[in-house]
């Protein structure tokens, strides 16, 4: 599979996802957790030299990444979503 084909794959599950999937909050260690703070789904592409994906929030926002073990936020530019942001870190267009 391309990295277009694996990028396609990945907004296109996550996308039907955020319309169902949500987290309550949640308290745990004395610390209560919006759900804004909590992933519900965390969706990854990898291959030589790519890492990242998009993290689907608990009040069905997403966010996307890069790395694996330390991942970096990509935040999206004024004329892109999460999705588009992970293609232009990725290299995929």
Not at 59 to 81: K, L, N, T
């Amino acid at each position: 599979m391309t990295l277009d084909g694996a990028l396609d794959a990945l907004e296109t599950e996550v996308r039907a996802m955020a319309q169902t999937v949500r987290k309550e909050t949640t308290k745990s260690l004395g610390r209560e957790y919006q759900p804004a703070e909590l992933v519900a789904v965390r969706a990854e592409v990898s291959g030589p030299g790519v890492r990242g994906g998009i993290d689907l929030r608990g009040d069905g926002s997403v966010e996307a990444f890069s790395g694996r073990v330390r991942r970096a936020v990509i935040e999206p530019r004024e004329d892109e979503d999460s999705y588009a942001a992970l293609r232009r870190v990725l290299g995929s267009d």
